[in-house]
């Protein structure tokens, strides 16, 4: 008998590639400034604006914009979460 039979990462291959929990997708952004807000927020605070989506990737914090280079490039002047991409 010459048979080999292959076994491969026996059982240590599990748990791997778990998605961690999406606490991203309870924000929504601001259309305006892309500011992140709560789903229970009604208007933004950074802009005053209610115009909001769900619709958006990236999340950004900033905690001092003026020295941020991330804030420069997303005309970021406020701290807060933002997002980098919003549509
Ligand atoms: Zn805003």
């Given at each position: 008998?010459?048979?080999?039979?292959?076994?491969?990462?026996?059982?240590?291959?599990?748990?791997?590639?778990?998605v961690s929990k999406r606490t991203t997708a309870r924000?929504?952004?601001?259309?305006?400034?892309?500011?992140?807000?709560?789903?229970?927020?009604?208007?933004?605070?950074?802009?005053?604006?209610?115009?909001?989506?769900?619709?958006?990737?990236?999340?950004?914090?900033?905690?001092?914009?003026?020295?941020?280079?991330?804030?420069?490039?997303?005309?970021?002047?406020?701290?807060?979460?933002?997002?980098?991409?919003?549509?």
């Amino acid at each position: 008998m010459d048979h080999r039979g292959l076994k491969e990462g026996e059982g240590s291959n599990q748990g791997e590639g778990e998605v961690s929990k999406r606490t991203t997708a309870r924000f929504k952004c601001c259309l305006r400034c892309k500011a992140l807000l709560t789903s229970q927020a009604n208007i933004c605070p950074n802009c005053k604006s209610s115009d909001f989506t769900f619709d958006w990737n990236g999340l950004v914090v900033v905690f001092d914009p003026e020295t941020s280079v991330i804030a420069k490039v997303l005309n970021i002047t406020k701290p807060g979460r933002y997002a980098i991409k919003c549509r």
